[in-house]
């Protein structure tokens, strides 16, 4: 899913200093389960910028609304009669939702209340890490279902570098080196062989170097 | 001769049979050519080519290629180190490109250290190929005369080219492998990071000869003075993939401060010594940081001097 992390409260308020009604607007989707943008961290900002503002003797209207996702038309329709009420929007969806709705409502300024960090795996309580790029091609089926793209460092697709040093990557004892991994996985796989093939030069245009991308489905499409 | 790549000096030393010896000068943090210049002049005659890095450790320096164009005009011949940190493809071929059209006939092909380590922490890293695609990617310029693109290049790149190898890193059981990878990518020769445990790397030559991997590549030992029992220490905890065994530092520091510079001048020559001896060894790459004054000696003393004419 898609990780956020909630942005300093600082930034937020300065953000909408200059805005009198301001909707906070969460998502039920991934930044709930990342804990980032959920309804109860909507209840929790709206407080700290009421509190905020109330402290500095300054009247302002601050609304929640969480909706059941921010990066469907349908969900985010269920606000067309109540955009107007606000001078600004805090979205606290991921950068997806943010945009998506900035785009629908074209006059309302909808500003970004998280930091929408990767594509990631809940590890542990409180530990979310990082799994895919969405580079467009995956290798996954070559590098034993550990991705290199996302999880190396340097996104060498032949690795290790010589960087790597008792399974950690060179950039910090706390990141594991993902060619380490791929080498565990792939003994355990008894496909030890496999690793001597050699990845060719990959073709990044369906990375976000070939620019945005869409995917259309003509099966689904109505 | 036909057999020959490049016109490589290091290509045709090491195809006769010689031990070949390379050394390293890194570009400064400037524009004054002078020091860059001032170190390939004390080791120009006692090797066969002088690495330039490419930004190494990841602190923006001159260009790697510009360097190697200064050493050229001095009779000095490079190899032109190229990391695939900082550039896209289509800035790596035009590199290769510039290079060969100063008759650079050497380069070694590398990822680089991470950006973190650096000056610019903060920068965007680029690895649109890793070191092994780029080896892969040179070869194809220089045997097809095709850029990756599939077109056609005028005058193709001739350069010997080479990939870097670490027989210490982790895992130890796909070293070998590792290498076997480098070469079926198009690696003609490889340098190795700096050896301080003698046996560890036997065992590794051992592994790659036993594959017939010493047949296809010539290997270039990688050496590297110590200057004290401080940078021992230094090396063996905190730079990454380094093998630095307990000996060497209790016989560092089993000296006076002031002989600890002379004790790893001896033991780097005695580390060379013994690895002549080793089957197939192709030459030693004597990366002497910052202190290129003493590779004439190291060479000297380890009988590797004067170097042949070929
Ligand atoms: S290879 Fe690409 S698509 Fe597959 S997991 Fe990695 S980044 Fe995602
Ligand atoms: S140490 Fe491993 S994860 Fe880190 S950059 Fe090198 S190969 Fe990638």
Redo the contacts with the bound molecule.
């Keep these: 899913m898609i990780i956020a992390e909630k942005k300093p409260i600082e930034e937020i308020i300065r953000e909408v200093e200059a805005y009198d009604r301001i909707l906070v607007l969460g998502c039920n989707e991934c930044v709930t389960v990342c804990e980032a943008g959920g309804k109860k961290e909507v209840e929790v900002l709206a407080s700290v910028l009421r509190m905020n503002f109330m402290a500095q003797d300054r009247e302002k209207t601050i609304d929640e609304r969480t909706l059941e996702r921010q990066c469907d038309h349908e969900y985010l329709e269920e606000i067309r009669d109540v955009i107007d009420q606000y001078d600004a929007v805090i979205s606290l969806a991921c950068g997806v939702g943010v945009q998506f709705a900035a785009e629908k409502y074209m006059t309302t300024p909808v500003l970004p209340g998280v930091n929408t960090v990767c594509?990631g795996a809940n590890e542990d309580r409180g530990l979310w890490t990082e799994?895919?790029?969405?580079?467009?091609?995956?290798?996954?089926a070559r590098t034993g279902g550990i991705?290199?793209?996302?999880r190396c460092a340097k996104r060498v697709l032949n690795g290790p570098c010589g960087g790597s040093t008792n399974g950690k990557c060179e950039i910090s004892k706390d990141t594991d080196c993902a060619w380490q991994l791929i080498i565990d996985r792939l003994k355990a796989l008894g496909k030890m062989d496999d690793y001597e093939i050699v990845a060719p030069v990959k073709d990044w245009s369906t990375d976000r170097a070939g620019g945005p991308r869409t995917v259309t489905r003509e099966d689904v499409k109505i | 001769m036909s057999e020959y790549v490049s016109d490589s000096r290091l290509e045709r030393v090491l195809k006769v049979g010689h031990l070949g010896v390379t050394s390293e000068c890194g570009p400064p943090r400037g524009s004054d050519p002078e020091e860059i210049k001032k170190k390939g002049m004390l080791i120009k005659d006692y090797v066969d080519a002088v690495n330039v890095t490419d930004n190494q450790t990841a602190m923006t320096r001159m260009s790697s290629l510009a360097a190697c164009v200064h050493l050229k005009l001095l009779g000095i011949e490079p190899v032109l180190q190229m990391v695939t940190r900082d550039r896209n493809r289509v800035a790596l071929q035009s590199d290769i490109l510039g290079a060969a059209s100063f008759d650079i006939s050497n380069m070694l092909c590398l990822s680089g250290d991470h950006q973190s380590f650096g000056d610019c922490a903060q920068g965007q890293n680029v690895h649109d190929l890793d070191s092994m695609q780029l080896v892969q990617t040179v070869r194809y310029m220089r045997d097809e005369g095709k850029f990756l693109g599939g077109d056609d290049i005028k005058r193709p790149p001739r350069l010997f080219v080479g990939a870097a190898a670490n027989p210490f890193a982790d895992p130890f059981e796909i070293r070998v492998p590792r290498l076997a990878k480098k070469i079926a990518c198009g690696a003609e020769f490889i340098q190795t990071q700096c050896i301080y445990n003698v046996d560890k790397f036997k065992e590794w030559m051992r592994r790659a000869s036993d594959r017939g991997l010493t047949e296809k590549v010539f290997i270039m030992a990688g050496m590297t003075p110590m200057k004290s029992v401080g940078m021992a220490k230094y090396m063996k905890n905190k730079v990454p993939g380094m093998d630095v065994p307990d000996e060497i530092i209790q016989r560092l520091a089993g000296v006076e401060k002031k002989h600890q510079a002379q004790e790893g001048i001896q033991i780097c020559v005695e580390h060379i010594q013994e690895l002549k001896e080793v089957p197939g060894i192709a030459g030693f790459h004597i990366m002497a940081i910052e202190w290129e004054e003493k590779v004439p000696e190291i060479v000297e003393k380890s009988g590797l001097y004067p170097r042949p004419e070929v």
Excluded: T
Aim: proline content about 7%; overall charge positive; glycine content about 6%.
């Design positions: 594509l799994r895919c790029q969405a580079c467009g091609s995956c290798v996954l991705c290199p793209v996302s």
